[in-house]
């Protein structure tokens, strides 16, 4: 650490200067600089300021008990870990399949040609049920806590249940709102126009969007029969959230908590929170997105 | 004048090392051999700690809560590699940092929200709460502007008081290397913070 620098000062040394961790000679040489350098003794005081600042507020902190206890439940209920294992042990109850393991997690034995198979199997069977009218699709209950896109998506739909979030566009127009998160360049979830055969009163309210770091994300609120329903959607690398789904098919993780239902799945590269307090475990909601009669069918079974 | 320009105190000598637990090598063999109730013990140890230094990473405790997972989750899951080539917990700081570091927080709609919650309460407070939570959020905010590497930098420093050697053996950089980042961390948190008290004013 030069303890002059090419323009003569010593901003370098000064942090180290003021923790007393410069050797008693260098110290000394700092100090006798600081005494005459007008720009140094600001700078030291800025350090000294700025270190305040920081011991005041950067300290132990306690986990929140819910946090913990939910954390703890999970590693001390966990499969232990062996060579080979899933890296996401011991949060097993973090992947979709959580409490209603899907079955094509049973696979994991099988050697690349067994998968080669499956793979193709899977394909056909997917592209083939799809036709046939019976989409792939898996809805998992998990009771893990949810992920932070899960909760600002709650958090933001109660805030607009409650009034309080003020939508950046309004309108009642799939389409419309469409094309205004294109223009807005973010993420834009498929919305359908109201089918004629559909029973349900599907009434769009209007759109905002939320910077993050990775990204834009999009807010879509609109009603359902009455009950109001937040889609947010994300650039699946712009947030955590669940893994992607299978080709052909979509994992769907229901969770719910304080009396809504969240509904989170990774598809396309997207990542969605679908929110409601709809009936059942609110996979009516789909039907935004959905206007085919065989997709309905197909959530109608849930 | 003579006086201000003492050294403020000698950080390294704080007895830091003694505030950090200390792991029985028989409790990671117990986790190694898959017994839960060790995992559940070492969790217990090393919980507030972590959740410590992801909290004032992140500045929020939605995100927090993420890291904090998925320090676990990496933790436990690799827990059979450890060979004790460093001390556990430097072990377990670089696991944080590199949690801390991977992870991509979400602003603008989300940051608000905390905001809504702080003010919702100021109301209630006596005024010399009401000056702690601004200056708590400042100096958040301030951090929030700096580069991860200088803010990982800044939280082991402030948060477990590890030396610059730690933090370097953590951040796997040589010790003048952390001593640059911490400068420049300082320099650019107290811009920052400067800033920030203004505007608030």
Known sequence: MPLWTWSGHVTEDLLRFDEGLLPSTRAAAVELHVRGCHRCAQHLESIRRARQALQMELGPQTMPEPLSDSLRQSIVSGTPPSSGSDTRWPFADRLPHADSRSPLSHLRVLGFGGWAIVTIALLLLGGTGWHAGRPWIGLYDTSAPPMAFERAARALHEQGAQGGLSLDFESTSPAAIRGWLHDSGAPVAKLVTQPADNPARIVPVGAAVARLRGGAASLVRYEIDGHPVTLMTADAGATTGPSASWPMSKQITHRRDSGLDALTWTTGGQTYVLVSDLPGRGTQACLLCHADPRFRQAVSRF | ?201
């Open chain 2, 1 to 201: 004048m003579e006086e201000d320009l003492k050294a403020s105190r000698p950080t390294e000598s704080r007895a830091s090392s003694a505030r950090r637990p200390e792991v029985p090598q028989a409790l990671l063999d117990a986790c190694r051999n898959g017994d839960r109730d060790a995992f559940g013990e070492l969790f217990d140890l090393c919980r507030d700690r972590v959740y410590a230094i992801a909290l004032h990473y992140t500045g929020e405790p939605a995100a927090a809560a993420d890291v904090t997972q998925d320090v676990f989750m990496r933790l436990f899951s690799r827990l059979t590699q450890f060979r004790g080539q460093c001390a556990f917990m430097t072990w377990l700081y670089r696991i944080v940092a590199n949690a801390a570091l991977d992870y991509r927080r979400s602003r603008a709609r989300l940051a608000p929200l905390d905001e809504a919650t702080t003010f919702a309460s100021v109301a209630a407070m006596q005024g010399d709460e009401v000056e702690r939570r601004q200056n708590a959020s400042q100096v958040r905010a301030a951090l929030a502007t700096l580069r991860p590497k200088l803010r990982i930098a800044l939280v082991l420093r402030y948060v477990e008081e590890l030396s610059y050697e730690e933090i370097g053996e953590v951040l796997g950089a040589s010790s003048g290397t952390v001593a640059s980042r911490l400068s420049r961390a300082h320099v650019a948190f107290g811009q920052a913070f400067e800033r920030i008290r203004k505007g608030d004013r």
